[in-house]
C-alpha cells in the first residue's frame, strides 16, 4: 500500500515532509540545509500547530529510519575496503517472529536465495564460526553476513519473513 | 595620538559594548538589532557621546554590511525556490504589496512629503524583516507548522521584490527629469530582469569559477565577486544591495553552501555596524518630532500585516489559529526599512524619514516578537476554541 508523503519547500531553511498515517495523523519530519532533522508532531485540536519536535543529527537520523524500516531488524552494515569494491558485511538479529526460529540454517536456503554467506553467528557469548546448514537458529542470535548491498537486502527480508 | 589609534580605541569599545547589550538581548529573548540601533543614536551627532575619529571606517563598514546582508539573503533562497514561490504565492505577494506598501505612501502624503518621499515610504513600512522572522520561528519552535511556509513564502517574494523596488528607488530620488528617469528606471529593472535570468538559468556555471574546498580563497573569490557586483550595481543606479543579492542567488550549490558558512561571521559583524551607523546618522533630537506619527504608522502596517498574513493562510486551507499565527509573525520590518530610508536620507529626499523609520522600526521589531507570542497563550487559545464552537453551532442549525 503506498504512503501519502507530501513535500512542502521551507524557502532559506529546506524542506518538509508530510506523512499521513493510515489513522489519519501527520507526522512532519523537517530536512534543513545543514544536514540536520526534526520529527514533529500535531496538535489534534489546532492540526497546523506542531506540538513537539526532536531535532536529530544527521547520523541519528539514519539510525532512526533503519530502526522503523527494520520493524524487527537491528542491523549494522560495513562496507569491506572502505565500501568501494561493492562487498559490505551485515550484523543482523534474529526476529523473534521469524519463521526461521528454532530450524536449521539450511532451511533459509540463504545463499542460493540471496548470494549472501553467512559466515557466524554469534549467540549471547558463544561464537559459532562458519555455521553448517545443520546449525539451528535460536532467539536473538546476530548472524553475520557477507555480500552484496542488493543481496543483504534480501537477506533482511528472507529471515524477518514472518511465521504466518 | 593618531587617528588610527582613536579609531581603534572608539570602534573596540563600541564593538565590546555591542557584544555585551546583544548577550543582554538574548537573554530576554529579543532580537539585538534595536540595541544596535540605539547604540548608534547614544554615539552619533547629537547624542550623548559623540564618536570623532571612526566616523570614516563605520560608514565604510555600513556599506559592507549591506552588501553581506544582501549576498546572504541570496544565497539562502536557491533559484528554484524563487521562481516556485512566484508561481504559487503570486497572490499573496501582491495582496502584501498593496496591503502594506499604500499606508506607508499615505503617510507620506499626509504629513506633506511629497510624491518621492511617497515611494520610500512605501517601501518603509511594506517589507518585513527575514532575518527577525526566521529567528521567532525557530526561537518559538514553529518551524515545523503547516502555516510556516506561507510566512516564508511571503518573505521571499518581498525580497525579491526589492531587487526590482531598490533600482527604481535610486533611479527616482536621484531626481531627474521624467524621461531621464523613465529611461533610468527601465535600464535598472531590464538589466536586473536579464540577470536574474541568467542567474536561474546559468548559475551553476558562475559557480564553478569557484572552488568550494578552499575556504580561504573561496571566502575572498566571493566576497570580492559580490562588492565588485554590487559597486558596479551602484554606480548603474540599480544599488549595491541588489547586485549582492543577484550574486547570492546566481551561486548555487556547494559553493553557495560553503560561502554562507564563511561569510556568516562577517555578515554578523557588518550588520551590527550597518544597524550602528544608521543610527549613527539619525539625530535623536528629531526623535520626538516624529514619534506620535511613527507611533500611528507601526499600528495601523502592523494590522495590516497581520490581515495579509491571515488572508494568505486562509487560501492556503490554514486553520484559525493558524492564520492568526501568520500575521502576528509577519509584523517586525527590519533591514530593508533601513537600507530604504538610508538611500532617501544620502539622496536628501526628507530628513524626518530617518528618525521616522529608524522610530517605526524600533516599534516593530520590539513589538512584533512579543506580540507574536499571543497565540501561545491559554487565553488566546481558548478563544479559538470559542469561535470554533460558535462556527460549529452556526454550521449545525443550519443544516
Known amino acids: ?164 | 595620538m593618531h587617528d588610527e589609534t582613536w579609531m581603534l580605541i572608539e570602534v573596540g569599545a563600541l564593538l565590546l559594548g555591542l557584544s555585551l547589550l546583544g548577550r543582554l538581548a538574548i537573554k530576554f529573548g529579543q532580537s539585538p538589532i534595536p540595541l544596535y540601533m540605539t547604540a548608534g543614536l547614544v554615539f552619533g551627532a547629537g547624542g550623548l557621546l559623540p564618536l570623532q575619529a571612526s566616523t570614516d571606517f563605520l560608514s565604510s563598514g555600513a556599506e559592507l554590511g549591506v552588501v553581506l546582508l544582501l549576498v546572504m539573503l541570496g544565497l539562502e533562497y536557491s533559484p528554484s525556490e524563487l521562481v516556485g514561490n512566484l508561481k504559487s504565492s503570486a497572490r499573496a505577494g501582491v495582496w502584501d504589496a498593496l496591503l502594506n506598501a499604500i499606508p506607508g505612501a499615505l503617510f507620506a502624503l499626509v504629513m506633506g512629503w511629497g510624491p518621492i518621499a511617497a515611494l520610500v515610504m512605501a517601501g518603509v513600512t511594506w517589507v518585513s524583516s527575514s532575518g527577525v522572522i526566521a529567528k521567532v520561528l525557530r526561537d518559538l519552535g514553529r518551524l515545523g507548522n503547516r502555516e510556516t511556509p506561507i510566512v516564508l513564502s511571503v518573505l521571499v517574494l518581498e525580497d525579491l521584490a526589492m531587487a526590482f523596488y531598490l533600482p527604481i528607488l535610486s533611479a527616482v530620488v536621484v531626481g531627474a527629469s521624467l524621461l531621464q528617469g523613465a529611461i533610468t528606471v527601465a535600464i535598472a529593472v531590464g538589466s536586473v530582469s536579464i540577470v536574474l535570468f541568467l542567474a536561474v538559468r546559468h548559475g551553476k556555471k558562475l559557480s564553478r569559477i569557484f572552488h568550494s574546498e578552499q575556504p580561504e580563497t573561496l571566502l575572498m573569490g566571493v566576497l570580492g565577486l559580490t562588492m565588485l557586483i554590487a559597486g558596479l550595481a551602484s554606480e548603474v543606479q540599480v544599488s549595491a544591495a541588489v547586485g549582492a543579492f543577484l550574486v547570492g542567488i546566481a551561486l548555487s550549490g556547494q559553493v553557495a553552501h560553503n560561502a554562507e558558512k564563511l561569510l556568516a561571521p562577517l555578515r554578523d559583524l557588518f550588520a551590527a555596524i550597518f544597524f550602528v551607523f544608521f543610527g549613527l546618522t539619525t539625530n535623536p533630537a528629531d526623535i520626538p518630532e516624529v514619534l506620535l506619527p511613527a507611533l500611528a504608522l507601526a499600528a495601523v502596517t502592523m494590522s495590516t500585516k497581520v490581515l495579509t498574513g491571515y488572508l494568505a493562510a486562509k487560501r492556503a486551507g490554514i486553520g484559525r489559529p493558524g492564520r492568526w499565527r501568520t500575521g502576528l509573525a509577519l509584523m517586525p520590518r527590519g533591514e530593508f526599512t533601513v537600507i530604504i530610508a538610508g538611500l532617501a536620507v544620502t539622496a536628501g529626499v526628507q530628513p524626518l524619514i530617518a528618525p521616522l523609520a529608524a522610530t517605526y522600526m524600533l516599534i516593530t521589531v520590539i513589538s512584533g516578537p512579543i506580540l507574536a507570542r499571543v497565540t501561545d497563550t491559554t487565553w488566546f487559545k481558548a478563544k479559538m476554541k470559542a469561535a470554533a464552537k460558535r462556527e460549529g453551532a452556526l454550521a449545525g442549525s443550519s443544516t
Open chain 1, 1 to 164: 500500500m503506498g504512503v501519502r508523503i507530501e513535500k512542502i519547500d521551507l524557502p532559506g531553511m529546506g524542506v518538509r515532509h508530510d506523512v499521513v498515517t493510515a489513522a489519519g495523523q501527520h507526522i512532519g519530519v523537517l530536512s534543513y540545509r545543514n544536514g540536520t532533522r526534526e520529527v514533529a508532531l500535531y496538535d489534534p485540536e489546532d492540526p497546523d500547530a506542531s506540538l513537539a519536535s526532536v531535532a536529530l543529527t544527521a547520523a541519528e537520523a539514519a539510525a532512526f529510519s533503519d530502526l522503523l524500516g527494520h520493524a524487527a531488524l537491528l542491523s549494522q552494515l560495513s562496507g569491506l575496503g572502505g565500501g568501494t569494491i561493492g562487498l559490505f558485511t551485515e550484523q543482523l538479529v534474529l526476529p523473534a517472529d521469524s519463521r526461521y526460529l528454532d530450524r536449521p540454517l539450511g532451511d533459509t536456503e540463504a545463499r542460493t536465495k540471496t548470494g549472501t554467506s553467512i559466515v557466524a553467528i554469534l549467540r549471547g557469548k558463544e561464537v559459532i564460526p562458519s555455521p553448517t546448514p545443520s546449525e539451528i537458529l535460536r532467539m536473538d542470535d546476530l548472524i553475520v553476513a557477507v555480500g552484496t548491498r542488493e543481496g543483504l537486502d534480501k537477506l533482511d527480508k528472507l529471515l524477518a519473513h514472518s511465521q504466518v
